[in-house]
């Protein structure tokens, strides 16, 4: 039997080895065997306990960040990858902090300094102006999303002019995705960029 990851489950949830077995499988019945078992029910137990917690609360669940995508290091040329730390307070509360840095693929020993999130978007805003955008696909999906939230307007309110899209500022708009959207949104305007962008020692720049 080829030991994949769900043969193993199967292995380790078999009451057989503990000396029970259901017959017919399904049917609810079950029968202490007549064979020696190799462990104990308590072990059996325990095991079960592990896997369940194990599966209800992933240990290494994989993360997602909006920026890890768009980067390469500039000092070696590795991706950029992210993690996340957690701030305790005395006071009951926690803040949650977004590092970026070198995935040191290229170069074990790239001395290319990680920077937190709340300090890369101001950088990315800023770059914005000079970025090559794919205008006309951001332009109609904004489009299509406002009109969306016009018409719900329009039929709470009312208001025949709060129907009505005007033009659309597309690089101010990204500028307000880069600092208020979801992961999905930042990646969505991530998709429409043609620049390549460089992560220096806490500096972002054009390629």
Same mark, same amino acid.
């Given at each position: 039997?080829?030991?994949?990851?769900?043969?193993?489950?199967?292995?380790?949830?078999?009451?057989?080895?503990?000396?029970?077995?259901?017959?017919?499988?399904?049917?609810?019945?079950?029968?202490?065997?007549?064979?020696?078992?190799?462990?104990?029910?308590?072990?059996?137990?325990?095991?079960?306990? !592990?896997? !369940?917690?194990?599966?209800?609360?992933?240990?290494?669940?994989?993360?997602?960040? *909006?920026?890890?995508?768009?980067?390469?290091?500039?000092?070696?040329?590795?991706?950029?990858?992210?993690?996340?730390?957690?701030?305790?307070?005395?006071?009951?509360?926690?803040?949650?902090?977004?590092?970026?840095?070198?995935?040191?693929?290229?170069?074990?020993?790239?001395?290319?300094?990680?920077?937190? %999130?709340?300090?890369?978007?101001?950088?990315?805003?800023?770059?914005?102006?000079?970025?090559?955008?794919?205008?006309?696909?951001?332009?109609?999906?904004?489009?299509?999303?406002?009109?969306?939230?016009?018409?719900?307007?329009?039929?709470?309110?009312?208001?025949?002019?709060? *129907?009505?899209?005007?033009?659309?500022?597309?690089?101010?708009? *990204?500028?307000?995705?880069?600092?208020?959207?979801?992961?999905?949104?930042? /990646? %969505?305007?991530?998709?429409?960029?043609?620049?390549?962008?460089?992560?220096?020692?806490?500096?972002?720049?054009? /390629?």
């Amino acid at each position: 039997m080829h030991l994949s990851l769900g043969n193993i489950y199967r292995i380790l949830e078999a009451h057989f080895y503990y000396g029970r077995f259901e017959f017919p499988k399904g049917s609810g019945v079950w029968y202490n065997g007549s064979h020696q078992p190799i462990i104990t029910k308590e072990l059996f137990d325990l095991v079960q306990e !592990k896997i !369940k917690s194990q599966v209800l609360e992933p240990k290494y669940a994989q993360k997602e960040f *909006a920026f890890t995508k768009i980067m390469t290091c500039g000092l070696c040329g590795s991706g950029i990858t992210a993690d996340e730390k957690f701030k305790h307070q005395k006071n009951g509360n926690t803040h949650r902090y977004v590092y970026y840095k070198c995935t040191r693929i290229k170069d074990h020993f790239c001395p290319n300094a990680l920077i937190n %999130e709340d300090d890369l978007i101001p950088q990315l805003q800023s770059l914005v102006d000079d970025l090559d955008m794919q205008i006309v696909p951001l332009r109609e999906k904004i489009t299509e999303e406002l009109k969306r939230v016009k018409k719900f307007e329009h039929m709470l309110l009312g208001n025949k002019n709060s *129907a009505v899209v005007k033009d659309i500022d597309i690089r101010n708009y *990204a500028k307000f995705i880069l600092q208020e959207g979801s992961v999905e949104e930042k /990646r %969505e305007f991530i998709r429409c960029l043609k620049s390549h962008i460089v992560l220096t020692d806490r500096k972002v720049s054009l /390629r």
